[in-house]
Structure formats: structure tokens, C-alpha cells
């Protein structure tokens, strides 16, 4: 049993725990703020003649001007930029690394509704920043801010990027037989509404796909790795496929359905993945890192096959964080972020994750739901809080007085939660327990008792 309140180890004014977010057109995505956000990363870098910066973005109506404001400060401060278009945020990772760029940026809020949008920004190596590189970039930005004038350049696009890192998708499951199946897709109106197609078919594929005509408004709109259900129902009603894949808007999370119409997430993925690089010899250290939100049913399932899971904090870069101390070639997160450390990725990749699972389910000759059929899932829950404020939660004495008796009742028999959102201004309440009763009841008397004290 785990009781915890989580926040990003260190304090940042601008970063969360994805790159910097909001409201297209207000603090901090505003027209000044993002110019000046182009400057201090180029500040940052450096004013080496060949530095040079690759951007991408997703499907948003915001996504444009962001990235040619963006670009506009890095000129300023002597950094040139080369366009991607759209493209995955993995996609601008991989870029990064093998084509030799200073940094990648992807102008992207994710999961989030359109209105909303977003600044990633990856190292030379193709890993997000440190938490000290993204605090050092902020004193930069918060220096300049009322010094810069904003203009916008477009940045020239290329697409030999877009086809290389297609390419490169491509080349994972050259060696797989992969004709044999049927695939639905929904792309969510998102980054890869183009690509997917274009990968898909490329392996050989037969797919069918849902949400791939984005208008600059529909990203994520009742689609995708948001709602997974929507895949696993049309699999149910329409019949004859082998499984469903929803991807995020950004492109680096995969959520599955099996042919059943049943939701398989990224516990079931770790599991799946697993297994089969063991089987390989190919799991280095017989590890998996997850994080505290997965399931106690998959640290159950590895351990019956002799693979050790450790938890890290939720996020994506902190499961890549135990990743890298612990020598694990892979990790990710129920949400359906997959990190594979095995080849050029160096994050989530929805696209490489979707193309690992169905290359499995190929090879194997088996079902989807039959390769996962022994992880035996505990009753779960989330609950979200919307708050007015993060508060460390040891220092609200009800709201700790309720985790602490909820954790004195569940005991050995399950695993509480509470943490705050890295994106959002959501408090997340996870519990899971022996019986469906009393998970309920434990998850609703801690979401009330932070809705009393911090609700918005």
C-alpha cells in the first residue's frame, strides 16, 4: 500500500511537468511571452552559427503562429529553425537526435481541447530538458520579457524531415508479416491523423481510420486516447477486426482495444512488451519501470514472470528518469505513454508503441485479449478535483487526516494516490482496493475532503 502527494521535484514559475501550457493568446502563450520564450531558448543554445532548431506542431488552429513566433526569437538571438509541420512530438525527439539539432521544440498541449496549446522543447540528445535547464531558460524568459519586441517568421519547412521519421517508423516491423491483420485507428484530429495513414499502410497494414480531418478545433473532441471506449465500441459493432488503436493529439500515447470491444491500456501494454523482450533476451536487468498509478494486478503479472517492476513518480519524464538510473530499456505509464530505450526513441511514442503491439500479436499468432488474459486487474479509481490552488496536501490538516484514516482501513489490500496534475489545476485521486465498495467509498470521502478545502 503507497499513500502519497506528488509534485514535479523542483519548483518552476513557466514548465510543468510537459513544457510550458496554456490558454492560445494568453499568459504565458501570448504573442510577447512566446516570442521571448523563442529568445531565451536561443540565448540558452548559444549563438554558434550552426545552431539550429527544429519545430513541429500538432493540428491546432494556435499551432501556426506559435511556432513562426517562436522561431522569430530564436533568430533573434542568432539560432535559425527548421519546420517539421505536423508531426508527432515523439517524431520532433527522434529529428533532434539523429539529425543533429540543438533542440527540438513541439508546439502542443497534448490531450488538451484546442483552445489550449503548448511549448515542448527537447536537448541535442532527444530527452526533454532537466528540471535545471528548464529553471535556467525561465530566468532567462522572466529577464527579457519586457525587453523584446514580438515579430513572427515562419520557419522554412522541410519535408525530408516529416519522410525520415516515417521512414524510420517503417523500418521497426520490417520483418513482421503484418498483411494478415485488420486495424481501426482513431488519430483524433491530431498529429498524426496524416502520418498514421502513411506508416500503417507503408507496413502493410490493413486499417481503417476514424478522426484523421482536423479543422484546427476538433484535436481531442470526444476522440482518441481520451476516449478509448469510442475505438472499442466501433471494433464491437462494426466486427472483423483484430484490434483498435487511439492515439493523443501529440501523437505519444496508444491506448488498445482487443477484438472483443474491450479497452486494453497501457498496464496491459507494459505486460504485453515485456514479455516478449524477455522472451528475446532483450529486457535488460529483467526490469520494467511503471508509475504509482499502475495497477498492483500488472506488478503481480511481471513478478509470475520474473520481472521486476519499480514505480516512479507520474509523468512521463520521471518514468524515463528510473529508466535511465536503473538501467530499464522500458517503462510508461497506464495513460499509455510507452518508452522504449532500445533504438533512437528517447519518449512516448504512440505510432512506435501501436506498431510494437500489433508486430506481437502478429508474430504470435494469438489474440490481443489472450496475451493479456492473466493480468488480473484490482478495482480502480480516479477521481479528479478541480482546485483553486496546489497547496502541498500534508499541509491541509482535514485532507490529511482523511488520507491518513483511509490508509490506516485499507492496509496491505490496496494502494492510494493523491497528487497533483502537472498540467492542470486538478487534484487526481487513485485508489484501488479489494472490493469495488470500498474503493468507492474511500476515493469519494478524499476527493469531498479536497473539494471542501481547495475546490475552484
Not at 84 to 99: M, N, S, W
Not at 111 to 119: K, L
Not at 324 to 337: D, K, M, P
Request: charged residues 20%; negative net charge; contains cysteine.
Amino acid at each position: 500500500m503507497t499513500s502519497q502527494s506528488q509534485q514535479p521535484p523542483k519548483t518552476r514559475q513557466l514548465f510543468g511537468t510537459d513544457g510550458i501550457r496554456g490558454v492560445a493568446g494568453e499568459f504565458p502563450l501570448d504573442v510577447a511571452t512566446v516570442f521571448t520564450i523563442g529568445h531565451a531558448l536561443g540565448a540558452h543554445l548559444g549563438t554558434n552559427r550552426d545552431q539550429r532548431v527544429v519545430i513541429g506542431m500538432d493540428t491546432r488552429e494556435s499551432s501556426p503562429w506559435i511556432a513562426g513566433t517562436l522561431a522569430a526569437g530564436l533568430a533573434t538571438a542568432g539560432v535559425q529553425s527548421a519546420s517539421a509541420g505536423v508531426i508527432t512530438t515523439p517524431g520532433v525527439a527522434y529529428l533532434t537526435r539523429t539529425k543533429g539539432f540543438a533542440a527540438g521544440v513541439v508546439i502542443s498541449a497534448s490531450h488538451n481541447p484546442w483552445q489550449d496549446n503548448g511549448i515542448k522543447v527537447f536537448g541535442a540528445d532527444g530527452f526533454k530538458l532537466s528540471d535545471d535547464t528548464e529553471h535556467a531558460i525561465e530566468q532567462e524568459i522572466f529577464t527579457h520579457l519586457e525587453k523584446e519586441k514580438a515579430t513572427q517568421s515562419a520557419p522554412p519547412e522541410f519535408q525530408a524531415l516529416h519522410q525520415s521519421y516515417a521512414g524510420w517508423l517503417a523500418e521497426q516491423v520490417k520483418s513482421t508479416d503484418l498483411s494478415r491483420l485488420r486495424v481501426l485507428a482513431d488519430c483524433a484530429n491530431g498529429a498524426t491523423s496524416a502520418l498514421a495513414p502513411e506508416v500503417m499502410h507503408a507496413c502493410g497494414l490493413r486499417v481503417e481510420f476514424m478522426n484523421v480531418n482536423p479543422d484546427g478545433r476538433n484535436i481531442n473532441d470526444h476522440c482518441g486516447a481520451l476516449h478509448p471506449e469510442i475505438v472499442a465500441g466501433e471494433v464491437r459493432k462494426r466486427g472483423g477486426f483484430d484490434l483498435g488503436v487511439s492515439f493523443d493529439g501529440d501523437g505519444d500515447r496508444a491506448l488498445f482495444s482487443d477484438a472483443a470491444g474491450n479497452v486494453v491500456n497501457g498496464d496491459a501494454v507494459l505486460l504485453l512488451t515485456a514479455r516478449d523482450l524477455q522472451r528475446r533476451g532483450l529486457l535488460r536487468n529483467d526490469t520494467v519501470v511503471a508509475t504509482t498509478m499502475s495497477n498492483m494486478g500488472l506488478e503481480a503479472a511481471l513478478r509470475a514472470s520474473g520481472i521486476k517492476m519499480l514505480r516512479s513518480a507520474v509523468g512521463d519524464r520521471y518514468v524515463l528518469e528510473e529508466m535511465r538510473r536503473s538501467g530499464a530499456i522500458l517503462g510508461g505509464e497506464q495513460s499509455g505513454h510507452i518508452i522504449f530505450l532500445d533504438g533512437e526513441s528517447t519518449t512516448g511514442d504512440g505510432l512506435l508503441t501501436a506498431l510494437r503491439v500489433i508486430e506481437i500479436v502478429a508474430a504470435s499468432g494469438k489474440s490481443l485479449a489472450d496475451l493479456v488474459a492473466d493480468l488480473h486487474v484490482f478495482p480502480q479509481t480516479i477521481k479528479n478535483v478541480r482546485v483553486r490552488e496546489k497547496k502541498p496536501l500534508e499541509q491541509v490538516p482535514d485532507v490529511k487526516s482523511a488520507i491518513d484514516d483511509a490508509t490506516r482501513e485499507i492496509g496491505q489490500d490496496g494502494r492510494i494516490v493523491v497528487r497533483y496534475s502537472g498540467t492542470e489545476p486538478l487534484a487526481r485521486v487513485m485508489v484501488e482496493a479489494a472490493t469495488e465498495e470500498q474503493m468507492h467509498r474511500i476515493a469519494n470521502r478524499i476527493a469531498d475532503s479536497i473539494q471542501r478545502a481547495l475546490g475552484a
